[in-house]
């Protein structure tokens, strides 16, 4: 499982948490492997049977007001039940609250990062749940090319030669866009799988006897996209007259990446297959079955009922003779 350290939540901008460290700076080396926050709540008052390990505690004016309500002693005590009970993973005080000596203490004698925000609750929770989810996703990288191709986001694979960024290329110049070449960052959220291009080589292409071009520069901005949600793997195979191909595709193949199946499609590749065209059809076919039409069982279907029927008329034949 993914995890990230705390310290990484105090180092990142880009989603405005606003988090600056009070106390238990030793707590910064902790790790939190969930997006899910957690406001203590009833585990200050002693519930502590729902209390999940290694995820962000938020403290905000229900459960600071409350250990206000209670004698120092006592809240001692509340803290450190609350902190023996599991892993924590960090506190975090919202609307610049004042926050109690005794919760400062209890938090740099334990090791556990103690934060604050001027943030509301609901905003924090919001943005820092963003941020995990984003951190946490699992990632990898293929060698492949992605496209985004009628809307659809097609994944092309194939040992190297075998020309997929010609393919690419070709798919440009009939108007459809570029994600990726060569070097495919993928990422799963929610789900699903998104491609990008790595950030050093983004937008640009290998053609072999013309080197490396920019399709930006070459086609302008509306030729490139910097990401798509993958929904279809094409991989692409030189043509083998021994090898037997899927000639009806009645059965759906997948390809496992980061942990998600995305339906796969096995192409052969040789002289005289316009493969653009293909690839275009192969697009097109996608929509459909987003759609619910599955032309290949449709056809199996309608086939089976034929001969069902066919079969039937000559028993009824034979009956009557």
């Given amino acids: 499982m993914k995890s990230i350290r705390i310290s990484q939540l105090i180092e990142d901008h880009d ?6 460290l009070v106390a238990g700076a030793a707590g910064l080396t902790r790790t939190v492997d969930s997006p899910r926050i957690q406001k203590p709540g009833l585990a200050l008052a002693g519930f502590t049977e729902h209390l999940h390990p290694r995820r962000v505690q938020v403290f905000g004016n229900t459960e600071i007001s409350y250990l206000a309500t209670l ?12 902190f023996e009970e599991e892993d924590l993973a960090c506190v975090v005080v919202t609307k610049e609250l004042e926050i109690p000596p005794v919760l400062v203490t209890a938090c740099e004698a334990e090791g556990l990062a103690l934060m604050k925000t001027p943030l509301l609750s609901s905003d924090f929770i919001t943005r820092v749940q963003s941020f995990l989810e984003e951190a946490l996703t699992e990632s990898s990288s293929l060698h492949g090319v992605l496209m985004d191709v009628f809307g659809v986001g097609i994944l092309l694979l194939g040992k190297s030669g075998i020309g997929k960024s010609e393919i690419a290329l070709d798919l440009v110049m009939r108007a459809h866009r570029l994600v990726a070449d060569d070097i495919v960052d993928v990422t799963r959220r929610k789900g699903a799988v998104y491609g990008a291009g790595n950030p050093v080589i983004k937008h640009h292409m290998e053609i072999r006897g013309l080197g490396i071009i920019n399709i930006k520069d070459l086609f302008g901005v509306a030729a490139v996209r910097e990401q798509k949600k993958i929904e279809l793997v094409i991989e692409l195979q030189e043509w083998d007259p021994h090898q037997e191909y899927d000639r009806l595709g009645v059965e759906d193949k997948h390809l496992q990446i980061v942990g998600v199946d995305i339906p796969l499609s096995v192409v052969p590749v040789r002289p005289g297959r316009n493969m653009a065209t293909i690839i275009e059809v192969a697009a097109r076919n996608q929509l459909l079955k987003h759609q619910g039409h599955h032309s290949a069982r449709e056809f199996a279907e ?13 028993t009824l034949g034979e009956e009557v003779e």
Wanted: no cysteine; aromatic share 4%; net charge positive.
């Fill in 15 to 20: 989603y405005d948490l606003r988090l600056t």
């Fill in 71 to 82: 004698p120092e002693s006592r809240q001692r005590e509340a803290l450190s039940k609350l």
């Fill in 302 to 314: 309608r086939l089976n009922r034929a001969i069902a029927e066919g079969a039937m008329r000559r």
